[in-house]
């Protein structure tokens, strides 16, 4: 169903989702989980998002040949997890903006305009990178792949809907001091890397430990 030479070199969460699609159970809870502990590792930004949904994506494809005729729904549930996880690093991305309103100068003008880009482009990075798996699989998995791009790309994603929010919360929020940097001459990041992409990946990490808290509970037996 998928090209075999797919399979070689996965990463760790390529086969943990490759193993859920195979399990066939929760896929769409795994593969958001999977998702999001990928995403929390080191600096949340478009680098290692593309990077991360594209395996976790391959590594879902993959696991269509044990899916048989749920293979389609299957995936379609794999690839909802995936927006899910989007959507709450959308919601990361958001809180640490937030958090630093009162010293955005001290990030850089750079470094904002990056994270808002990142906002900005959040659903068609999830869609192109969706169709660039679709093109590199084979057989069924390629006509599945392709089916679903064309109606996640027609009925939008969590992601891109959540990112807009946030840009529109953001703005409201923080009108005059997004302007006063983009407005800046200087930008006092250049030398020290995304600051907000690392603290994204801080609230990130505790949005992913609260679901996985709130799952441990609601699993746990009843007094």
Known sequence: MTNPGNAENLGNEAKQARAAVEHGVNVRAAMRDITLAALSRGRLD???MRQVVRSVMQGASLGLDKAGDKSRQAM???????????????????????????????????????????????????LDTLKDVASDSAGAAKEI???????????????????MEAITTLEHKLGRTLHEVASAGTDAALNTGSKLADAASGFLAGISEALAAKARNMHQPKK
């Open 76 to 126: 379609g549930e794999a690839l909802a997890g995936i927006d899910d996880a989007l959507a709450k690093s959308a919601e990361a991305t958001r809180l640490a903006i937030e958090e630093a309103a009162g010293k955005l100068k001290d990030y850089g003008k750079q470094d904002l305009e990056r994270s808002f880009e990142e906002l900005r482009t959040l659903e068609k990075m999830f």
């Open 145 to 163: 792949l392709h089916g679903l791009w064309q109606h996640t790309r027609d009925s939008g994603t969590s992601a891109g809907a959540t990112a």
């Open 46 to 48: 478009a680098k290692k």
